[in-house]
């Protein structure tokens, strides 16, 4: 068989004709491409502009120069926080919010690019952008938060008290603080605009407010010092007790985030006590115990009536936040008995002398006049079990309007006059009454001087004010002072002697005999003083004793004592010439 030419089969040639003209598409689309790379070049489109600065066909170089010096001054600026006269500057930069000069140049199409859309954005002449700036927020929360404390303020509570007969309120002031998020957006959106922002505060109230205060003081306060409360007796008598009195006794106090208003009623018990006194209710009066013929003997108690003070608290007090009629109470007068009734007396044993001492003295005017008032301040003292005797309690202040006269008393070594001078004899004498009696020796001083009529140590010396003798009643039974003076005379010795009752605890009291050593002496001192007068000299030297407690024959306590006597030195007076 044969095949014609003719009939063999045929390829389709149009895939080829496609790719053909494809590639020559691409081909011109790519010299398209590379010219539009081309034109667009390296700088700036020429419409472009950032914030209203043209920067169209700069240089990149030139494009960021023309916006820093433009935009810098503002984009650098410190924002200022101000509120209440208060200031706070914030830097941009150090709170995290910068500009980008370079990226926004190269936004807005400076340079080359084979990116399609900056060559578009380039060949289509640019346009308005937007700087590329950086903000962090939390830089700029934590720059807001470091000024904070400039516009904190703290809230003042307000204040309640009574003054001048009625409630005071001192108002409180809200304190202030600044609201850190929205002072954090505000300047955040205030960077580049605006070198000023209105810190914005928000407002604390103080725990005690005005509001609160006034509340009280019209609920509580002024009810209270409304008048005087009425109190009327049950035997048809009545008093007041005064605004004055119930003022002085109200407190208010601040605690718990509100006010106390409390009225001590101990205070108004006490403050009445005059307006009490003015109903001139029968008075008792305690047992005692005096000296009469020389010896004790019990001054009997006797009953009163009165008001007691749970009672009066009992009416009173509900009436205190009462006004008008209800202020009006009663009270019952009852039997008061004394405190220290004559059985009690008769119990404390003041039956015997325990104790008793007589010390001599050279006559003088002066000595006779001094100890004989110190005498008179002693004698009948009465000490109850547990109490302390004083001797400057008892005596008072030695001055001329209390009797006493000058005479002699130590200063800085030396004798010089004062009013009341030899009082110190009446200590040594009572003090020595008191140590064989067995009384507790609370206070005592002896002389820094030793004088040859006093037992060495064993004596003691007082001056108003600040050296004072003093013994406390240690025992269960009363103790009663007795003391008088055989005065003086020309070429006659006096004495004074006091003497204690009471019920002797121990058998007896003694003293060992004083131990005296290392003696010293002074020296010899001229003065030409006007007042000046001779001294003889005075030795000095230590000294020990013990006090011994006896019973059942046999020594149950003993006590130490130790003293040391300062030397005292001649003085010869110089005469003039």
């Not at 007790?241 to 605690?255: G, R």
Request: charge should be neutral.
């Amino acid at each position: 068989m044969t095949i014609e030419k003719d009939d063999a089969p045929r390829r389709s040639r149009g895939p080829v004709i496609a790719a053909g003209l494809l590639g020559g598409t691409l081909v011109v689309a790519g010299g398209l491409y590379v010219a539009a790379y081309a034109m667009a070049g390296d700088n700036t489109p020429k419409n472009a502009s950032v914030d209203g600065i043209a920067i169209g066909g700069m240089p990149s170089e030139q494009a960021v120069s023309v916006l820093k010096k433009e935009l810098e001054p503002q984009a650098t600026a410190p924002i200022v926080l101000s509120a209440d006269g208060k200031n706070v500057s914030i830097t941009p930069a150090a709170a995290g919010m910068t500009v980008d000069y370079e990226a926004t140049v190269e936004k807005a199409g400076a340079g080359k690019s084979w990116n399609p859309s900056h060559i578009w954005n380039v060949l289509r002449g640019g346009q308005e952008l937007d700087l590329v700036t950086t903000v962090d927020e939390s830089a700029v929360k934590a720059a807001v938060t470091k000024a904070a404390p400039t516009f904190a303020k703290q809230p003042k509570d307000a204040a309640l008290a009574v003054a001048d007969l009625k409630p005071k309120v001192t108002p409180g002031t809200e304190g202030a603080e600044l609201q850190v998020d929205e002072a954090t957006s505000k300047v955040v959106s205030a960077w580049r605009t605006s070198t000023e922002v209105a810190a914005p505060l928000g407002t604390i109230e103080p725990e005690l407010t005005t509001a609160e205060a006034e509340q009280v003081a019209k609920e509580q306060i002024t009810p209270l010092l409304s008048g005087p409360i009425t109190v009327k007796t049950t035997n048809g008598k009545s008093f007041p007790v005064d605004v004055a009195v119930l003022a002085d006794a109200t407190t208010v106090k601040a605690e718990n985030s509100t006010f106390t208003v409390s009225t001590d009623m101990k205070k108004v018990w006490s403050g009445s006590q005059k307006a009490i006194g003015a109903l001139k209710l029968a008075k008792g009066r305690d047992a005692s115990i005096t000296l009469r013929n020389g010896k004790p003997a019990v001054v009997p108690s006797v009953d009163g009536e009165g008001i007691k003070e749970a009672e009066f608290v009992k009416v009173v007090q509900p009436a205190l936040n009462k006004t008008g009629a209800e202020r009006t109470v009663t009270v019952k007068v009852e039997k008061a008995p004394a405190e220290f009734t004559t059985e009690m007396a008769n119990k404390l044993g003041v039956k015997e002398v325990t104790g008793e001492f007589t010390t001599y003295f050279p006559h003088a005017a002066y000595r006779n006049t001094n100890l004989s008032r110190a005498a008179a301040g002693i004698n009948g003292t009465f000490v109850k079990p547990g109490e302390i005797f004083s001797l400057n309690k008892t005596l008072g202040p030695r001055t001329a309007a209390n009797g006493y006269v000058d005479g002699y008393v130590i200063s800085g070594g030396k004798l010089i006059k004062e009013t009341g001078g030899g009082i110190s004899q009446s200590a040594t004498t009572t003090y020595n009454a008191a140590f064989f009696a067995g009384l507790e020796d609370v206070e005592h001083h002896p002389h820094t001087l030793y004088f040859p009529r006093y037992p060495a140590g064993r004596e003691a010396t007082v001056y108003y004010g600040s050296l004072d003798l003093r013994f406390r009643n240690n025992t269960q039974y009363g103790v009663v002072m007795q003391a008088w003076v055989n005065k003086s005379a020309p070429g006659k010795q006096g004495s004074i002697t006091v003497r204690v009752w009471s019920t002797k605890v121990y058998d007896k009291v003694t003293s060992t005999e004083p131990a005296k050593s290392n003696f010293t002496t002074g020296k010899t001192v001229e003065s030409s003083d006007p007042k000046c007068e001779y001294q003889a000299p005075i030795q000095g030297f230590d000294v020990s004793y013990s006090r011994l407690f006896h019973k059942g024959g046999s020594v149950v306590k003993r006590e130490n004592y130790f003293w040391r006597y300062h030397p005292g030195d001649e003085i010869k007076c110089k005469t003039g010439g």
